[in-house]
């Protein structure tokens, strides 16, 4: 009995030697396994610096003055991080109930699920924790189907989890992983994700929205609520699940939770679309320009697509929403009314008017030329007549419709047609400024930047029009000491031969060809853009004078120092007009549009701060003389609409003046302009603390109403800032200004015409008569 016992205890052995061997070996081929990871042996692994600094794109982000994002500049990551601190709390539950229960409680490997996961073949779920995911992510890459370069991705994956833990915080490791997650339609980050996604901060999401995100994670492209509605709401549901598994919430709340649809406010954030398109353009360009200006400290340039610069904006969401939907309103409404008169009955060369088939086409040719098209075509070597052939062939493509969702719309054409076709279409541009700072609140440069790139705000520049005529008056009471309530006679003056350079005499008529004969002040031939006044003042103070006081206050381009510019012949962008009615709203002092206070660097560090530039160019007394001769303007002149009910035109009033009545009371300083042929129309409005320019016009002059009824700067221009500043003063905390513009304390102008109100009443024989000259 006993030799059988010792045979059988020494059968049993081996086994439990081989057991504690293999068990010893694989113990062994485990810890040799990481002990490779960690020198490297299956890649290069991250040195401690880079750990503690990891390279992620992120993306330079221009901020709004009301703390808001206007749209981000990146190549393939739209990305800006957020701290702990700034993601919600049922955020952080989903992903932990969901990712890794036990995350506050290992140090980067969960044994546990390490375990359940080998046993089961992962069959009951993976091991991988948040940690692991978060070295995937930053150091390890795209895992390998090969099971061999698996092992050991998952080996480098362990150890540099680990050394995460060591070097950051529990709460930086989940930031750091929501930062650094591509969730899919630009969405890169946690972030850009939840304002992509449902229109919003991190911090305001709702649990059933965190829980979507966090569903996200296991796969941004299976999981794609745009494209897999149905498939994204059943993960959701699982991570609604695990929340009321582990207690998070309870199973009420999941079966409420659970039963609702997925509802996404999509927001796409992409260069073309979004808040302040043509402004996010102007600030590429302008970044560009900044960073070739200002280096790093070790010589390297700033990237503006990698480096997630902060650069904080002077435009206010707000007030840039206001002005987006102002001339959305009115542009649509008057492009329908250009439509309706430019039919081929109507007009056989539209959108063109008084141009001879050759100049139509020699316009054809030349757009054709500068197009992209034609650019790309001819990168690839095709010949002239070759890409010619091109622009006649019919080929389907998008194109901008005001009447289509989207305005957008699918149609077949000839790629010439559809050079006609956006040519028909009227452009604009608008700048809004606070004239003590400079800082620009708004800016749109067309209607539609995805279909109209150029930006008419800056790009462009125009013949000023009437618009131009306030700087005449300036040099005049600057330099003669004239008061608005001077007057001059209405009647065709001349300015003769040889005088300022003229070859022949110029002797500018009034727009409506008639003339009073009568004295009119200046407050009233300025309010009604007399042209016989405007004349006269410009030989008094000659043409020189004006052309300085001009670029004294920002008209950057050649303006020719002749008597014509009275009348508005010279070329300014909006741009520069704004900057230079702010001259007379701030007291004569020009300061310098700006659009950046300030740029920092991903870590905070602030790279520019901006210094006004300023320059006195008026006295306060010339300068509110100056306001109170434009607020005849508005008060009985071309700008009155802005506060009256008439009766005339109705027809143009119904067709194409958008929300009109306006009713505006309060103080306002204005200008029209409307050059020849109704080509271009302009407005310039201001109160004592916002001054706003509107340009509207064709791309190519000779596209134009045929009326000036339809073609003039009040019908054309004026809306727009009328439906802008009712919006405005609709939201009271953006502090637009309905107070009276400043007087100065010792005013030596004399502004108060009372005293030649008496006068003209005694010499006109009807109230009516004193109407007609602004009173």
């Given amino acids: 009995m006993a030799k059988t016992k010792q045979k059988k205890q020494k059968g049993f052995f081996p086994f439990i030697k081989w057991f504690w061997i293999l068990f010893g070996s694989g113990l062994f081929l485990f810890l040799l396994l990481f002990l490779l990871a960690a020198w490297g042996a299956f890649g290069e692994m991250p040195t401690f610096e880079h750990l503690e600094n990891p390279s992620t794109n992120l993306a330079t982000e221009l901020i709004s003055s009301d703390s808001k994002t206007l749209g981000k500049f990146y190549l393939e990551d739209n990305r800006t991080d957020v701290s702990y601190d700034e993601l919600p709390q049922n955020l952080i539950d989903a992903l932990i109930a969901s990712e890794d229960i036990r995350f506050h409680d290992h140090s980067g490997i969960d044994a546990r699920g390490t375990l359940r996961a080998m046993f089961f073949l992962g ?99 299976l999981y794609n609520p745009l494209r897999r509605e149905e498939l994204t709401w059943k993960k959701r549901n699982i991570v609604l699940g695990q929340l009321a598994r582990y207690e998070y919430i309870t199973e009420a709340k999941r079966d409420s939770l659970q039963a609702m649809e997925i509802n996404l406010n999509y927001n796409p954030e992409s260069h073309r679309e979004g808040l ?72 056989p060369t539209a959108p063109f008017l008084d141009l001879t088939k050759g100049a139509i086409d020699t316009i054809m040719r030349q757009a054709m030329k500068r197009s992209d098209r034609w650019r790309v075509l001819k990168g690839q070597g095709k010949t002239a007549e070759e890409i010619e052939k091109t622009f006649l062939e019919k080929t389907e493509m998008t194109v901008f419709d005001w009447n289509s969702d989207s305005y957008e719309k699918d149609t077949i054409m000839t790629p010439m047609d559809s050079i006609r076709y956006y040519k028909t279409f009227l452009r604009t541009a608008m700048m809004s400024m606070e004239p003590q700072t400079g800082h620009v609140k708004a800016w749109v440069g067309g209607v539609d930047y995805k279909h109209f790139q150029y930006d008419n705000v800056y790009q462009g520049a125009r013949q000023a029009g009437s618009t131009f005529k306030p700087f005449v008056y300036a040099a005049a009471i600057d330099q003669l000491r004239y008061s608005p309530c001077d007057s001059l006679p209405d009647n065709q003056y001349c300015i003769e031969p040889l005088k300022y350079g003229n070859p022949e005499k110029w002797c500018p008529k009034n727009s409506d060809g008639k003339y009073s004969g009568k004295n009119m002040t200046l407050k009233h031939a300025l309010a009604n853009s007399v042209n016989t006044v405007t004349a006269q003042l410009m030989d008094k103070v000659g043409p020189k004078s004006v052309s300085i006081i001009a670029k004294s206050m920002g008209i950057k381009r050649e303006i020719p120092e002749v008597p014509s510019i009275a009348l508005g012949t010279p070329d300014a962008s909006v741009y520069e007009m704004v900057g ?24 905070g560090t602030v790279l ?69 042929n109704q080509s271009y129309g302009w407005f310039m409005g201001m109160v004592p603390n916002l001054v706003t320019g509107v340009w509207v016009g064709g791309e190519n002059r000779a596209v134009h109403f045929k009326r000036l009824a339809y073609g003039q700067g009040a019908s054309m221009a ?58």
Wanted: hydrophobic share 35%; proline share 3%.
């Fill in 580 to 603: 230079a009615f702010g001259t007379f709203a701030n007291q004569g002092v020009y300061v310098k549009p700006v659009m950046v206070t300030r740029i920092e660097d991903r870590n």
């Fill in 123 to 221: 069959k009951r779920g993976g091991a991988s924790t948040i940690s692991q995911q978060l070295a995937r992510q930053l150091f390890v890459g795209v895992r390998s189907r090969n099971k061999f370069e698996t092992i050991k991705q998952k080996a480098m994956e362990w150890v540099i989890a680990t050394r995460l833990e060591r070097s950051y915080t529990k709460e930086e490791i989940i930031s750091m992983y929501l930062n650094i997650y591509d969730f899919g339609n630009n969405a890169d980050g946690i972030r850009s994700a939840s304002r992509i996604y449902f229109g919003k901060e991190p911090k305001d999401l709702k649990l059933e929205e965190s829980a979507m995100l966090v569903g996200m994670l296991q796969n941004s492209s």
């Fill in 718 to 775: 004026l809306p727009i800032w009328a439906l802008y500043m009712k919006e405005n003063y609709e939201n009271e905390e953006l502090g637009v200004s309905k107070d009276a513009f400043e007087e100065p304390e010792e005013l030596s102008i004399n502004v108060d015409c009372t005293k030649i109100l008496k006068e003209l009443q005694e010499e006109l024989d009807t109230e009516d008569d004193l109407d007609d000259i602004g009173f």
């Fill in 608 to 676: 520019y701060e901006y210094v006004p530039e300023t320059k006195d160019v008026l006295s306060k007394d010339v300068a509110y003389a100056m306001v109170n001769l434009m607020e005849g303007v508005t008060r009985g002149g071309s700008g009155t609409r802005l506060r009256h009910t008439f009766a005339k035109n109705d027809r143009v009033y119904k067709d194409i003046i958008t929300g009109y009545p306006y009713e505006l009371n309060n103080p306002i300083a204005g200008k029209t302009g409307t050059t020849q």
């Fill in 276 to 347: 302040a398109t043509y402004f996010r353009m102007y600030m590429q360009q302008w970044l560009n320009r900044w960073v070739k200006e200002n280096p790093k400290p070790d010589g390297e340039k700033y990237n503006i697509y990698l480096d997630g610069l902060k650069v904080y904006t002077t435009i206010d969401s707000r007030m840039q929403k206001n002005a987006e939907d102002a001339v959305e309103a009115h542009m649509k409404n008057l492009q329908a009314e250009f439509f309706h008169q430019n039919t081929p009955e109507r007009n």
